[in-house]
């Protein structure tokens, strides 16, 4: 059974950073792009960013363009969500998502076949 799993949410003051993991096992991980996702209280989940397989030229929601940086370790099945210059309305649960769309990078939550429980990040002002 796939599993999917974030680390490395919490609080941290506006200006501050955080650096989410996700780890993946019982898929075989250089076969699928990779996205992280957020939701808020109240609102819709959206794409945060996205990566093919080989980490190629990922794709950022305008929010977060120059402030997040998304990266993968193929060998080591783990995907990562740098997050600088953390703004309170970054306050959100995140998730990891693998999709079969292996070559495109896309933040359309539907190509998402494998999620994990999420991770929280909370950030006050």
């Known amino acids: 059974q796939v599993q999917v799993v974030e680390s490395g949410g919490g609080l941290v003051q506006a200006g501050g950073s955080l650096r989410l993991t996700c780890t993946v096992s019982?898929?075989?991980?250089?076969?699928?792009?990779m996205g992280w996702f957020r939701q808020a209280p109240g609102k819709e989940r959206e794409g945060v960013a996205c990566?093919?397989?080989?980490?190629?030229?990922?794709t950022y929601a305008d929010s977060v363009k120059g402030r997040f940086t998304i990266s993968r370790h193929n060998a080591e099945n783990t995907l990562y969500l740098q997050m600088n210059t953390l703004k309170p309305e970054d306050t959100a649960m995140y998730y990891c998502?693998?999709?079969?769309?292996?070559?495109?990078?896309?933040?359309?939550?539907?190509?998402?076949?494998?999620w994990g429980q999420g991770t929280q990040v909370t950030v006050s002002s």
């Open positions: 990566i093919t397989w080989s980490g190629g030229t990922p």
């Open positions: 998502a693998a999709s079969p769309l292996q070559f495109t990078c896309t933040l359309a939550r539907a190509r998402y076949d494998y």
């Open positions: 019982e898929l075989t991980f250089n076969d699928f792009g």
